[in-house]
């Protein structure tokens, strides 16, 4: 993997909430415990192929403490696979939005959420080379 880089910039964070409404109005989702998954096509050009947007419910987690540290496990998972998505997508002419929510009761461990995490995102990947005309 030379010359690989990986980082989680802001341009990869989905933040404006006009995208967050569409994205959970229009997107296509399915579920992977212990993360509901929301995926959508967006037609709007910006820096990162794809950005993504992580939420951990206050109903679940009542204490800020859990859900940031679910976010970080999440958000580091992502980081370190995000290449998956990446590699089959440098060439294409669209971008992606996703949304992960997490809907487990407890906090699972890092290894868990990974493994998860890659699954989903080889879903992704797979459903976009079938998608993509």
């Known amino acids: 993997m030379e010359g690989r880089r990986f980082t989680f910039s802001k341009e990869e964070r989905l933040s404006s909430k006009v995208l967050i409404e569409d994205l959970f109005a229009k997107g296509d989702s399915f579920f992977k415990y212990p993360f509901k998954v929301i995926v959508k096509k967006s037609s709007s050009e910006n820096e990162s192929i794809v950005r993504i947007l992580i939420s951990v419910p206050k109903r679940m987690f009542k204490k800020a403490v859990d859900r940031n ?46 493994r998860k995490i890659i699954l989903i995102l080889q879903t992704i990947k797979n459903k976009n080379e079938v998608s993509t005309d």
Request: proline content about 0%; hydrophobic content about 40%.
């Open 69 to 114: 540290k679910l976010k970080r496990l999440i958000r580091e998972a992502y980081r370190l696979n995000k290449n998956i998505l990446y590699d089959n997508m440098h060439e294409e002419t669209h971008f992606l939005d996703i949304a992960f929510v997490y809907t487990a009761k407890s906090i699972l461990s890092y290894s868990e959420i990974e």
